[in-house]
């Protein structure tokens, strides 16, 4: 089986750390640019694109893991494994925005629900579906922009958060996921849509409590700044495109 | 739109801020080398995250020195330059150029004017290398003001369109890096755009000039609201970021990513509530 760990050669266990070294470790020595005068560096080039690749993978998997909800990592492993997971919304394919894989990498959990629920009674929305699933989210915003007021139900507010999603519109994707919940509060894929999406910023927050939040600590940085721009302004014709803003920096 | 992306200076290593700086001041004495005074003035830190990020993941080679400047005129301080604090440089002249433009369409500036016309004339020989990027940028920005005219667009409209110029800013060369970078830039973009929708709402419903916030301003839970967008871009961003195998300075950028970018959105805030209560 395909580990891409082993092509990095570090165990399943490291940490981000331990894998980023041992990726620049590799790089550096596989590199097309490192490899110019090397007479073997169309074999260094096929290793690199290797490298690049496990690399890739490894990180698609921790950070779809860090958005917990949908199955997290474990998702991303079955997608991982020649696109088992249905959608593949990594592949860039034409019609999202510049490939997004949806929020956090694809959909897979949901392909094939839905279709014998008895939601799909309407072609469009049925076909909204299918474009989803395979990663089309600009024609699935089409279709299901083109249905009438009255026929939006929970159902069209949850592909229609997807399909916001695959193309990067994230305040419109948490609405409208929140709108089909509430349509149908005892949804559970509609709940866990909801839950994936604010799950992207529990993640952000546990980090950010690392780095400390900018109180009044701000203020000490910039009273020098402050001066900087300031003195800048002075001299370019009072207020300059020069960091201007400094000075709202109290 | 400028000055969002910088350091939260309590929570750094003294070391860390030294390094950052000079790849600031190495930023500057570019701009100086390559536009002038001019364009030295029209620095900012944005580009700095820009300089530190690419330097990490590529890892380019380095010159350190050291300058002195009109701003401080006895001090010496360190420098560092690399291809990318000149590529930092040619897009601070870039953006500049933009601000400027935007600044005098909207309000009419005159001195933004001038001040945008020298800069142009500076800025000529980056039509030629950055060509491609210069037409998509253009193309974007047309589709922006007119959106801003429109006033039935939404926030994502909005702040998508300046989240694609943000992305082209972020992309230094198309290789394998370049989609990690253009998806962490378009949610930087979109952070930032929220930002100075946020700081600019009351003005704006004052002045009646366009903000894609002012519809939900009168919402009771208004702030936890512009919170909840934030950190969902932010958080769309950084997922990006610790995807790229950055080692060098990263904790200088996580500083940036995970606090230094909400020191103004935080100022406004504080202003905001003392001024209700």
Redesign the interface.
Known sequence: MYDPYSVLGISRNAS??EI??A??AL?RRYHPDANVNNPNKAQAEEKFKEI?AA??QI??ER?SG?SGGYGGGGYGRSASQGGSGSTGGYG?QGGSF???GG??GGFGGFGGQGMDTGYEENNYIRSAGNYIRNGYYREARTTLDGMNERDRNARWYYYSAIA?SGL?????A?EHAKRALSLEPDNMDYRSLVRQ?EN??S???Q??A?????????????ARWA??FM??NM????????????M??? | M??YI??????MKFREFDVYQSYYCGICRELKRKYGV?GQ?????DMTFLAVLLTGLY?PQTLSGSCKC??HPFENHPTRNNIFTEYAADMNILF?HY??QDDWEDEKKF??Y???RL?EGKSGRLKVIYADKIRKINLLMQDFSDAEKDNSA????L??LF?RVMAEVMVAKED?WA?NL??LG??LG?FIYLCDAYEDVEEDIRKGTPNPLKLRYSNADFEEECR??L??????C??EF??L???ENVEIL??IL???I???Y???R?RRLHRQT
């Open positions: 981000e750390e980023k070294k990726y620049k790089s690049q690399y890739q990180m698609k950070t860090y860039g510049w490939g997004f929020p956090f916001h990067g519109n994230n305040v419109a948490l999406f992207g910023g993640w952000y927050e980090r950010q690392q780095y400390g939040y900018p109180t009044s600590g701000v203020g000490n940085l910039c001066c900087t003195l800048c001299c370019c014709f009072g207020g300059g495109c020069c960091g201007g803003h400094g709202y920096y109290y | 400028f000055g910088t350091v939260n200076k309590a929570e001019c003035i029209s620095l900012s830190y890892e009109i701003v500049a601000k400027c001195l933004k001038v001040y945008g800069l939404d926030i994502d409209t702040a998508g989240g394998e989609e253009r998806r378009f949610f979109k909840t967008i950190t969902m871009m932010i958080s769309e950084c997922r610790e995807k195998p950055i080692l996580r500083n995970y606090s230094g909400w020191g103004r935080e100022a406004v504080e």
